[in-house]
């Protein structure tokens, strides 16, 4: 049940529930480690803490999906193949990287590309968790140091710098062009794994 417990919660929910467990003053965590260790880490204000947050929490968010997807290629793979292995003589390590790993990891490369596209525009987890801060100090137009593009789009548009349309359209227009050139080649690495001899 935990192990689904992401999906089954939205993930705006699940993403306001971590920013109150990472509160730097009142969150159970810092609660926790501060009783541990005696530290209470800045995490919403220091750069190195707030990536690691971001991280911590994007996991939580997507193991789910890559379980689900692991879990039945892993069910698709011969057992002959193991019962041979087995009667060569080889353990679970070398059943690991000889069988289970070389014949999940070309079906799941195309879902590694589509999962980093997806996270390479994931606004609502920066939006609503740091807001793309802490912010860089020596910067004219505001830029956070957990800002994707296209939460550093959004602020320039719509936030803190006023409304430069103009710049934050040129910014759409790369944006497009990387997912675009992300997706091509997500498309053809399933064109090789469709196209290869089985």
Known sequence: TLLFLPYAVPGFISILVFKGLFNNNFGEINLILDALFGIKPAWFSDPTLAKVMLLIVNVWLGYPYMMVICSGLIKAIPADLYEASAVAGAGPFTNFWRITLPL???PLTPL??????FNFNNFVLISLLTGGRPDFLDTSVPAGTTDLLVSYTYRIAFQDSGQQFGL???ISTVIFAMVAA???VQMRFTKISSDEPR
């Open 112 to 117: 590694l590309i589509s999962a980093f596209a």
């Open 168 to 170: 934050a359209a040129a």
């Open 182 to 184: 992300i997706s091509l």
């Open 104 to 106: 999940i990891l070309k």
